[in-house]
């Protein structure tokens, strides 16, 4: 059922994030990416949240898609064999859901589409053993397991694999998604949404975004031409790309030079988008050589093609562009609160008065961090 | 420049020539001269346009290759060796006009058409109805009907606007300026003629033709040349232009000294300005934008014409062709890789893209894997030569094709690859005045209109040697063609049976 | 008369077709509340009508315009005055990328900044010569591939000395961008070159930056109190070598 063909995809995403660490429903979030209803066309649609779990704040908490209960029991002896559950259940949700609210963005007459069917959705709650990460971390150990579910069981696959959140998506408008997964009852200090125009069907509830692999979730807009070396750059490190889909490159960039390399996110973010050489050139010294180093060392990681990005991780949010900005991307802020979005009318949409609105540089990250504990 | 050997040689036999003229004259490349009372050829001029020959009273002048020498180097061809000669002189992109050239295996001629014999009955298409028409435009997946008042059923659905086609080929896009502006008169009058559609290209529509704009399709490409309210509704369906298959990935460029008075104001640029058409459109980078873009053209149109995409064949060309049909294109045209060009650089063009064959099957098998093959008509373009063409492209999957070099050469052009030299001895790509007269709009319009009537007798022999008697009958019928010497992947992607496979 | 539309939740089809009819009809004056996000406003209506935006229009505004007057109280998004023909757009606020794309006549007022790529492909036939001014400061690939039309950045509050980004007029062949200060010589692209204005240039400054210091309550004299340079193509046939046969 994993899609076998390389799937292109056009897209919308929304963001935001209160640094302040409050907490809030997803209401808003689903209202902005629902003004943008017509840059998806239906074959996809996710979000992310950092915050939801409070109650399990410190186990690991998979959100997994089942093929079938079969699959199900597969997984589940192979979870008990690596983690101790602490808590699972079903994940609950709407099958019929569809979104309600008036909406400027969608043309009721063409008609509502609410999610009917869906893969088994389950969460399970855990904890790596001690005994398990004498040789290697914790994270490193969280990986290996995520890639093997993925590549090994048949009809199992990890949605998220983070602390603390969660990512929710499936075949639909992204609207009806939030329906669909109740979003309204979750409350998290970080959403991010996506809304997916791929080129083809890709038939499975995996395929749509945000992508996300231990804390990071990715939501993804534009195609990523480089995506072939991407690809082979990554894999000699462990990473299965299973998805065929560019986004998912993006969140294992990440895992590998900001987790596994320890480089600093903005950093890293200098060789997946890197400045061009006639601007490295005109660097003063000490940042000429760095930059010069990525380019030189990671020039495989380059993500080249159009895009606009937004990475959520627990401690905050970045948002950036291809190196030319050929996808769009505005930003507000609003007292604590900040927005990224395709369109500036979607941030409008939920925050009719930002304190400022910009749209970043290309290549130049905009980013969001958690100054104050979450509440 | 000395070391790079002419391609051609002229000889002319001077016992049969009368010295009349004609042929200098006649040649548009300044490859003849008069001295010492007789024709002096330069070869490394000559670029065979086959002018002169035709014209020569006396028979009197032979053009052959000029012959090297057989090193016997397979390797380091007598065409590579001159095009790196040319680049150390000048630098620079070579260029080149018209396809693919190379001989690279063609597939239609690897296609066979079935026929019937004793178990079901072909038909004779002289004296029994035969249908050629098809519609372009989104079909409905199902219609609707409501019972009215009197008890009698009524239509419900609203069909989406559809363009008619008598024959199932349409007239490439080839811009004014590229083509002069006869030729566009010749392609418009025979459009009309023919009950089909020419296309504008992307360098607007003379005033001169509005008269046609029911046979038009209007061209919407990057460069947005000419493109105001009264072309986008002076005409019967909008292309916008994503790719050409004689250059994916590559704009398009009209040098300024064929931008005259007419060119400019067609266009709408000052004269003798470079025209650039980058390759991206700067407002698609992606496919949701190719979906805000279709819905303004519809939105400018009032929702009355269809919008179709053209876009070349290319790797993913099956997944693209499914994003551009559901971001909303009617029309989706697909340019193979041996598609024709004005002007190319010879790198793209010969090294870039994928057949045709290949880009129609695995496009229309997508979109009927997806459900949605009703939502948008197929064009096929990229070298269609024949009305052989035409029936296999169609039974791979095709609604119509598309002929730009076989319209071209109707019209008198020999294919001497020199478009983009606006030197074209027979008055098509060129904007010279005194080459443009030498091509006759309504004698071209002619040999057009008798060139698709040739081949709307011939396919419908086609079909009645198939026991069908309407186009759609053999539209996607796969089962009606077999593969002769391809390979097994070959014929996975094409779809159909080995030749020699029965049922 | 005045139209007076509540654009809360009304999606694009319908208001456009609402004002489009009513245009028809022969109402002049329209006043837009409320509006989010709602794509080609001004489209499809071939009349010299006003209409007044308070809101956020969204993307592709006034794309193939052709007459209509836009005021607009707010930001715009991208794509604004794609391919637009005839009219006036003064937009109180910020633009997005690819403003003004293949724009062949009319003119685009912006109080603030415009994004990447603006006035690209911009051109101009005989009189028809589009007009785009930004008050406040551009992005990377101003005036790419520009063929004509006249494209004024007047960095009007910057705070920096450099209101331009890199590429400059990257591919441009006709038509003229005039700058309110100066540009680095190094984010020119190769197709420009950098000139001081002439008595000529400064006519068309004051009479075009008159009109647009009205709209915005600008002082006209202290706008131009500032010295411009402008950027002319240096060819109209930029890639005439490029190519060999
Ligand atoms: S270029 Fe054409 S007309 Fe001139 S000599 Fe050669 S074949 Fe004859
Ligand atoms: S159109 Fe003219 S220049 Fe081009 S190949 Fe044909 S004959 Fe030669």
Known sequence: MKSSCYIPSGCSISAMMSESGKRIDGRAITKSIALMHDRSNGLGGGFAAYGIYPRYAEQYAFHMMFNSFEAKG???????????????????????????????????????????????????????????????????????????????????????????????????????????????????????????????????????????????????????????????????????????????????????????????????????????????????????????????????????????????????????NDRIKLRPMTCARKDNMLYMSSEESAIREIEPNPDTVWSPKAGTPVIGELYEEVE | MASIPPEFKVSIDSARCRKCGICVNNCSFGALEFGDDRVIPDDSKCVACYRCVSKCPDNAITITNYQWANRGNANWTPETTSNIQKQAEFGGILLSGMGNPRPHKIIWDHLLIDACQVTNPSIDPLREPMELRTYLGKKPDNLEFVENKEG???????????VKLDVPVVFAAMSYGAVSLNAHKALAMAAKKSGTLMNTGEGGLHEDLYQYSDNIMVQVASGRFGVHNEYLNTCSMIEIKIGQGAKPGIGGHLPGEKVGEEISKTRMIPSGTDVLSPAPHHDIYSIEDLSQLIYALKEATNYEKPVGVKISAVHNVAAIASGVVRAGADVLTIDGYRGGSGASPMVIRDNVGIPIELALATVDQRLRDEGIRNRASILCAGSIRSS???????????????????????????????????????????QKPELVKRLDPETAAQKLTNLLSGWSFELKEILGSLGVNSIESLRGNRERLRGYELDEKTLELLGIKSAGVGQ | ????????????????????????????????????????????????????????????????????????????????????????????????????????????????????????????????????????????????????????????????????GDYLGTGMHGGVIYIRGDVENDTLGKEVKKLDIDEEDRRILRQYLTEYSQDFGFDVDEIMSKSFIKLLPLSSRPYENLYVY
Not at chain 1, 100 to 107: H, K, M, R
Request: aromatic share 10%; net charge negative.
């Open chain 2, 388 to 430: 052989a063409d035409i029936a296999k492209a169609v039974a791979l999957g095709a609604d119509a094709v598309v002929i730009g070099t076989a319209a071209l050469i109707a019209m008198g052009c020999s294919v001497c690859q020199r478009c983009y030299t606006g030197n074209c001895a027979w008055g098509i790509a060129t």
């Open chain 2, 152 to 162: 009698e059923i009524e239509l419900a659905t609203e069909l989406q606007p559809q």
């Open chain 3, 1 to 164: 008369m005045v139209k007076r539309i509540d654009c809360k939740n009304l999606y694009y089809r319908h208001l456009n077709k609402i004002i489009q009819d009513e245009a028809e009809s022969g109402e002049t004056e329209f006043i837009l509340d409320n509006l989010n996000g709602q794509r080609y406003l001004g489209t499809g209506i071939n009349k010299a009508v006003n209409i007044t935006v308070n809101g956020t229009p969204g993307s592709d505004c006034a794309v193939f315009m052709n007459g209509p007057t836009l005021t607009i109280n707010g930001n715009a998004q991208d794509m604004i005055a794609n391919t637009m023909n005839m009219g006036k757009i003064t937009v109180h606020g910020n633009v997005g990328d690819v403003v003004g794309y293949g724009m062949r006549g009319g003119k685009l007022f912006i109080k603030g900044d415009v994004g990447y790529r603006a006035g690209i492909h911009m051109k101009e036939y005989k009189s028809q010569i589009p007009v785009i001014i930004s008050g406040g400061t551009a992005r990377d690939f101003l005036g790419e591939y520009m063929a004509g039309g006249i494209f004024i950045l007047l960095g009007i509050g910057s705070d920096s000395e450099i209101i331009t």
């Open chain 1, 74 to 320: 597969v997984f589940e002896n192979y979870l008990k064999d690596h983690f101790y559950i602490v808590h699972d259940e079903e994940i609950p949700t709407r099958p019929g859901a569809v979104y309600e609210e008036d909406t400027s963005g969608i043309n009721i007459e063409y008609g509502m589409n609410p999610i009917t069917e869906s893969p088994v959705l389950w969460r399970y709650f855990v904890d790596v053993p001690g005994n398990r990460t004498q040789f290697v971390s914790e994270s490193e150990y969280v990986f290996e397991k995520v890639m093997e579910i993925n590549s090994k069981i048949e009809g199992a696959f990890v949605a998220s694999s983070g602390k603390n959140m969660g990512i929710f998506k499936g075949l639909g408008y992204p609207e009806d998604i939030a329906a669909f997964y109740n979003l309204d009852e979750y409350k998290a200090y970080i959403w991010t949404a996506h809304g997916r125009f791929p080129t083809n069907t890709p038939g499975w509830w995996g395929g749509a975004h945000p992508f996300g692999l231990l804390d990071w979730s990715i939501v993804h807009n534009g195609e990523i031409s480089s995506y072939g070396i991407n690809k082979r750059y990554l894999e000699p490190f462990g990473y299965r790309m299973e998805l065929k889909t560019d986004t998912e490159v993006v969140a294992y960039m990440f895992d590998l030079l900001v987790r596994r390399h320890n480089i600093p996110i903005k950093t890293a973010i200098s060789a997946l988008s890197a400045p061009f050489w006639k601007n490295i050139d005109k660097m003063p010294e000490r940042e000429r050589k760095i930059i010069t180093a990525i380019r030189q060392v990671y020039g495989s990681a380059l993500l080249n093609g159009p895009y606009s990005i937004v990475l959520g991780h627990s401690r905050g949010i970045v948002g950036f």
